[in-house]
């Protein structure tokens, strides 16, 4: 089946929405800095994979969400090695089990190099609307680094073929904070993706995480990041040049020309339901997170014999969801509410019990009607004033007195990557229970 998700429709306008997401963990190599879970060398089991997906979209026993599918996001690993057939088995499958009449934006993650103009034409075709690719850098030594398979030429040559694909929605992610880099060589990667003018741009600080070659590396001192002062400064400038060139910094790592923010992404900041299917996939229906076993071999093995592969599940105390709600609204330029999200009786009720904050954090963070959002200048401190807020709690007189948000569980500097997701190229959040897909 081929889709036609209707990208003119405004997702926000419809009540009760949320997403769907699959993970095809398959990569040609593995990224030094890459924690997400993908397995290099094995696209041989795609065939297999894609039965498992289709066995678990089909059998998992999930029903239809009360919600209404409005965004697909097929995200990685490296999603783009999947061949169109097997993109229309899962489509048919997604379709039949929860229906995705309502679709208005399918996302694809496509490597440069990695996708082959007549490939991109026929996921066009089957109704993909939105390409989003991990260039990271323009510079051959960075990439060469960051153990990234392309050169900046298959970034050029990808997106041109994806345009010519038909795709007039393109995210492209570019990473700072790189061991090498310079101040003037990022604006340099900023000035040359601009100039592509791409719908969307996800431009992260490159972090340290466990497990992965980098963190070794750092770790014995085999190299060092750049350090806070010139981490800030790429930012602000990333912020600035992009904004002058017409992107709305409408996430504290996104950037996106009006009416182009992916909506996918959102679902995850806003604490909106989504479903996931996949090796470690996460799915959330608005109070219970569950997770799927993290191994690919595990998965299958679990689908083939019968049994579920989710690996675990967390009830999400009114106390947890109070906390994420503040956590990922205050990314968002946006804000939130206070009253709808947050559950104050109202505007003043929030300010009542939070009055001594407002006023410390005055200029950096702005109350508005019921909507509490950052400033230009707050966002810089998103984290900060963020934990300033949970010492405080949630409204006064909640009966929940259970455990408080982990602080492990975020990473709220300014470029955190989940989750998505994060995360190198545009990631899908639901990769992670806390986490936002790169874009
Ligand atoms: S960064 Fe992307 S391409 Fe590299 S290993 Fe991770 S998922 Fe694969």
Partial sequence: MALHPDSRRDSRTAAG?????????????????????????????????????????RDAGISPPSWQIDTLFIGGGTPSLLAPHHLEQL?????????????????????????????LRAFRELGVNRLSMGFQSFDPGL???????HDPAACFKTYAAARRAGFDN????????IPGQSLEGWRGDLTTLADLEPEHISA????????????RMVAASEVTLPDEDQDYRMYALTRELLSRRGYVPYEVSNYAREGRACQHNLHYWRIEPYLSFGPSAHSFDGFQRRWNVRNLDAYMDRIATGRSPVAGDEELSPNQLYHEKLAFGLRLKEGLSVTESLG?????????????????????LVLQGDRLQMT????????????????????????????????????????????????GQERSVAQLPTHATTD
């Fill in 143 to 149: 990439l060469k680094f960051l153990g990234r398979l």
């Fill in 170 to 177: 393109i995210n492209a992610d570019l990473m700072f904070n």
């Fill in 344 to 364: 104050y009786a109202s505007p003043g009720a929030f300010a009542r019990q939070h009055g001594q904050l407002l006023n410390k954090w005055e200029g950096w």
């Fill in 376 to 423: 230009e200048t707050g966002v810089f401190l998103t984290d900060t004033i963020t934990a300033d807020f949970f010492t405080e709690g949630p409204p006064e007189g909640s009966s929940d007195t259970g455990p408080h948000w982990d602080q492990r569980k975020i990473s709220l500097e300014q470029n955190s990557r989940s989750q998505a997701n994060v995360q």
């Fill in 91 to 119: 489509l048919t499958a997604l379709d039949q089990a929860f229906g995705l009449s309502e679709l208005v934006e399918f996302t694809l993650e496509a490597n440069p190099g990695e996708a082959p103009e007549d490939k």
């Fill in 204 to 215: 992260y600080s490159l972090t340290v995480e466990k497990g992965t070659e980098l963190f």
């Fill in 17 to 57: 929405t949320g997403g769907v997401y699959i993970h095809i963990p398959f990569c040609k190599t593995k990224c030094m800095y890459c924690d997400f879970y993908s397995v290099a060398n094995r696209e041989s089991a795609m065939d297999r994979l894609v039965d498992c997906l289709l066995t678990e979209i």
